[in-house]
């Protein structure tokens, strides 16, 4: 036959998913179970570093309720883990053994003797039972502090979620930015203005962190980028946005405003709340369609052809 008669029997074939099913199923995790786990754990160990500076340099009221908010806030990141686990004995049983190339499993270790050192460290401070042995607990959970507020964003980038597995590099300045914030957040609420200038200062660096990791996230990740700028995610987010930008501009006067120390607290702790919860929706939102899996596929594979 001649290459002119030759026509197509099949139409080309537009790849959309296996049988009308997702390639990948939605995350397992509960909401809000585990943005709240994200965001408490990080606000606490964000806490705990504050706080173990704050008794260094000799700033009693912000290494107070740094140790406070560590322990609460570890606590219920506890609680919120075991209730999305359903039982806690599935919690304890994550304890059994020590996997090093489990995040899971790591980040279990690092939150368990965190949150007891962080409970001793806080109950020491309030009853003035044990000085010695709080101090100690305090330093303990403040050096675990960094590990706490970045864990969970490796948790979720070894996970096959595309937006969450693509971002493995940005994810983790972004906790850690957010976290920050939300600990500033606390202490700016709840501290002295004469004591709260380290906390201003570190949350105007996280909060540049923090927007430009975010910035990253919604237009330097590709085709997966997408999920973090549409939908409740892109909402979600953009709020955290503004509200992190208003608790920068607002904690610049927290040295001389109650008023202003408290309203940029706020803002920073409801920044770090939309963060985590428009993170796990961009995450999940980028499971449904099949385009954010086959698409990058193919351009690596395109890359690594390309040589």
Same mark, same amino acid.
């Given at each position: 036959m001649?290459?002119?008669?030759?026509?197509?029997? @099949?139409?080309?074939?537009?790849?959309?998913?296996? &049988?009308g099913?997702?390639?990948?199923?939605?995350p /397992?995790?509960?909401? +809000?179970?585990?943005?709240?786990?994200l965001?408490?754990?990080?606000?606490?160990?964000? !806490?705990?570093?504050?706080? /173990?500076?704050?008794?260094?340099?000799?700033?009693? #009221?912000?290494?107070?309720? =740094?140790?406070?908010?560590? !322990?609460? =806030? !570890?606590?219920?990141?506890?609680?919120?883990?075991?209730?999305?686990?359903?039982?806690?004995?599935? %919690?304890?049983?994550?304890?059994?053994?020590?996997?090093?190339?489990?995040?899971?499993?790591?980040?279990?270790?690092?939150?368990?003797? %965190?949150?007891?050192?962080?409970? @001793?460290? /806080? %109950?020491?401070?309030?009853?003035?039972?044990?000085?010695?042995?709080?101090r100690?607990?305090? /330093?303990g959970?403040?050096?675990?502090?960094?590990?706490?507020?970045?864990?969970?964003?490796? $948790?979720?980038?070894?996970?096959?979620?595309?937006?969450?597995?693509?971002?493995?590099?940005?994810?983790?300045?972004?906790?850690?930015?957010?976290a920050?914030?939300?600990?500033?957040?606390a202490? $700016?609420?709840s501290v002295? +203005? #004469?004591?709260?200038?380290?906390?201003?200062?570190?949350?105007?660096?996280?909060?540049?962190a923090? $927007?430009?990791?975010?910035?990253?996230?919604?237009?330097?990740?590709?085709?997966?980028?997408?999920? &973090?700028?549409?939908?409740? #995610?892109?909402?979600?987010?953009?709020?955290?946005?503004?509200?992190?930008?208003?608790g920068a501009?607002?904690?610049l006067?927290?040295?001389?405003?109650? @008023?202003?120390?408290?309203?940029?607290?706020?803002?920073?702790?409801?920044? =770090?709340?939309c963060?985590?919860?428009?993170?796990?929706?961009? =995450?999940?939102?980028s499971?449904?369609?099949?385009?954010?899996?086959?698409?990058?596929?193919?351009?690596?594979?395109a890359?690594?052809?390309?040589?």
């Amino acid at each position: 036959m001649s290459p002119r008669r030759e026509r197509a029997m @099949v139409e080309p074939v537009e790849f959309r998913s296996y &049988y009308g099913r997702p390639i990948l199923k939605e995350p /397992a995790w509960k909401q +809000p179970d585990v943005p709240l786990y994200l965001f408490l754990g990080g606000a606490a160990g964000a !806490s705990a570093s504050m706080a /173990a500076l704050a008794d260094l340099t000799g700033r009693p #009221a912000l290494a107070r309720v =740094g140790r406070l908010v560590a !322990s609460g =806030g !570890s606590l219920a990141s506890v609680a919120a883990l075991v209730h999305d686990l359903g039982k806690p004995t599935r %919690f304890l049983n994550m304890l059994r053994v020590l996997k090093p190339t489990s995040p899971l499993s790591v980040g279990s270790w690092i939150l368990s003797p %965190f949150s007891g050192l962080a409970a @001793v460290a /806080a %109950f020491s401070g309030v009853t003035g039972i044990l000085p010695r042995v709080g101090r100690l607990a305090g /330093a303990g959970a403040g050096v675990l502090g960094p590990a706490m507020c970045t864990y969970t964003a490796v $948790l979720l980038a070894d996970t096959a979620t595309p937006s969450w597995h693509e971002a493995r590099g940005t994810l983790p300045i972004l906790f850690a930015g957010s976290a920050v914030t939300s600990g500033a957040g606390a202490a $700016l609420i709840s501290v002295p +203005p #004469a004591e709260n200038g380290p906390v201003v200062r570190a949350g105007l660096a996280a909060a540049a962190a923090e $927007l430009l990791a975010e910035h990253h996230l919604e237009t330097g990740l590709g085709l997966v980028s997408e999920p &973090y700028r549409t939908g409740r #995610a892109g909402k979600l987010l953009k709020a955290a946005k503004s509200l992190t930008a208003a608790g920068a501009v607002l904690s610049l006067a927290a040295r001389r405003s109650r @008023v202003a120390g408290v309203a940029a607290g706020t803002a920073y702790l409801a920044s =770090g709340l939309c963060t985590r919860f428009g993170v796990y929706a961009a =995450g999940v939102e980028s499971t449904k369609d099949p385009k954010y899996v086959v698409v990058p596929q193919r351009e690596r594979l395109a890359r690594r052809a390309e040589g």
